[in-house]
């Protein structure tokens, strides 16, 4: 879906009209209209400002352009399973059991790994597959880098 498309269901969804969605984020009518119209589209802050407006990820309302993953654990991150800052503006670079209040959960890459291990085998996947996936998937992920 484009972004003019998903501004607009986003908007009507909440029952705002131009003028309320353009007072709650600072700009004016005309700038509601020309995203409404594909003319143009929000700048970062004023993203940030709908995302939290709407709760959803800027990705959303970008039409999800590219595919998110947790940066710790590599799980697909959709706006259910995205973590939060403890402003509650979402943090699209890690899933919430992850990090969470702007806290890490897990302090180590083993501690991590024997977790998604317990809750990723199973017959056709046993644990040291698992074991010798995740080896080679975790450290590639940006938290893992550091």
């Given at each position: 879906?484009?972004?003019?498309?998903?501004?607009?269901?986003?908007r009507?969804?909440?029952?705002?009209?131009?003028?309320?969605?353009?007072?709650?984020?600072?700009?004016?009518?005309?700038?509601?209209?020309?995203?409404?119209?594909?003319?143009?589209?929000?700048?970062?802050?004023?993203?940030?400002?709908?995302?939290?407006?709407?709760?959803?990820?800027?990705?959303?309302?970008?039409?999800?352009?590219?595919?998110?993953i947790?940066?710790?654990?590599?799980?697909?991150?959709?706006?259910?399973?995205?973590s939060?800052?403890?402003?509650?503006?979402?943090?699209?670079?890690?899933?919430?059991?992850?990090?969470?209040?702007?806290?890490?959960?897990?302090?180590?890459?083993?501690?991590?790994?024997?977790?998604?291990?317990?809750?990723?085998?199973?017959?056709?996947?046993?644990?040291?597959?698992?074991?010798?996936?995740?080896?080679?998937?975790?450290?590639?992920?940006?938290?893992?880098?550091?």
């Amino acid at each position: 879906m484009e972004t003019k498309t998903i501004i607009h269901e986003l908007r009507t969804k909440q029952g705002l009209s131009q003028e309320e969605l353009a007072e709650k984020v600072f700009v004016t009518r005309q700038a509601v209209s020309r995203w409404e119209k594909g003319e143009t589209v929000p700048n970062t802050e004023t993203l940030k400002l709908l995302s939290k407006l709407f709760d959803v990820s800027i990705n959303t309302i970008l039409g999800s352009p590219r595919t998110l993953i947790c940066q710790c654990c590599g799980m697909p991150l959709e706006d259910t399973s995205i973590s939060r800052e403890v402003d509650g503006t979402f943090n699209e670079e890690y899933c919430k059991w992850c990090y969470t209040d702007g806290k890490f959960i897990y302090s180590s890459l083993d501690e991590l790994t024997e977790f998604l291990v317990g809750h990723i085998s199973n017959e056709k996947f046993p644990p040291e597959q698992a074991r010798e996936y995740l080896s080679q998937a975790l450290p590639k992920l940006k938290h893992w880098q550091n």
